[in-house]
């Protein structure tokens, strides 16, 4: 039986985390849900935790590898397994706020022309300290673009978004080129907004986001960064293509 919302998370090594977590999305006030949990070649407990909650919640779908194929091929995995007709990104370390997925998918319901809806996060330590806000997306999606264009800043907190599935396959899923796969949703919201896709962030915090030094982004900074470049260089090609376009030119 198809689901409103399918809630994604993919797993590796977050022992520490992932009850926390976990909890977080079980405990929501908006239940009708599915949770694709995939545990991507865990080498901790990170498994044995992900079955316990599983074997304890039937909406729940847990699969679990032995090999680690990273985050792109996992999601992509996931949400092909998916039955919701929205779909909301949820990392292993990180905690949603008990109203998120209730407001995220009331304001997908409501604005049935925009593909997806991200939001603010709280900024939390290793052991779960709040420490700052993210409170840097804009609402409205010209500012959203303007802020990638002008700028050069994603404006979508990966792990705040929630979007619709139909559009994700049409947009051809998570990117599984090797040299930007640390930036996958980056390369998903340009390839959607050159396509004429909406989006939009709620204006206060919808996760507490963990800056974990174990984390992609704790391991991987460099890499991102240089991925980063080379997705929004290649995006502001064929923004400037349709902007002359449009204009005549």
């Known amino acids: 039986m198809s689901k409103i919302l399918s809630v994604i ?47 304890r919640d039937s909406r729940i ?40 997925l209730a407001d995220q998918t009331g304001f997908l319901r409501n604005h049935l022309d925009y593909f997806c809806v991200g939001g603010h996060a709280t900024k939390i330590n290793a052991e779960g300290t709040p420490f700052g806000e993210m409170n840097y997306p804009p609402a409205l999606h010209d500012e959203i673009v303007e802020m990638l264009v002008r700028r050069n800043i994603n404006p979508m907190i990966d792990p705040t978004t929630m979007f619709r599935r139909s559009g994700f396959i049409e947009l051809g899923s998570y990117t599984l080129d090797k040299d930007i796969y640390t930036v996958p949703d980056l390369d998903l919201w340009t390839k959607a907004i050159l396509s004429g896709r909406k989006f939009a962030n709620l204006q206060y915090p919808v996760i507490q986001y963990r800056m974990n030094p174990k984390g992609m982004t704790g391991l991987h900074k460099q890499e991102m960064i240089r991925a980063h470049m080379q997705v929004w260089q290649k995006f502001m090609i064929k923004y400037m293509e349709q902007q002359r376009s449009s204009n005549g030119k």
């Open 61 to 100: 779908r847990y699969f679990h590898h032995h090999d680690n194929k990273k985050i792109p091929t996992r999601r992509n995995e996931a949400i092909r397994l998916a039955q919701g007709d929205l779909i909301a990104i949820h990392d292993g370390d990180d905690i949603s706020l008990p109203d998120r």
């Open 9 to 55: 998370t993919t797993v590796y090594n977050c022992e520490k985390y992932v009850t926390e977590s976990l909890r977080s999305i079980l405990d929501q006030t908006f239940r009708d849900f599915e949770l694709i949990l995939i545990n991507d070649g865990s080498t901790d407990h990170t498994g044995a935790i992900c079955k316990k909650f599983a074997d």
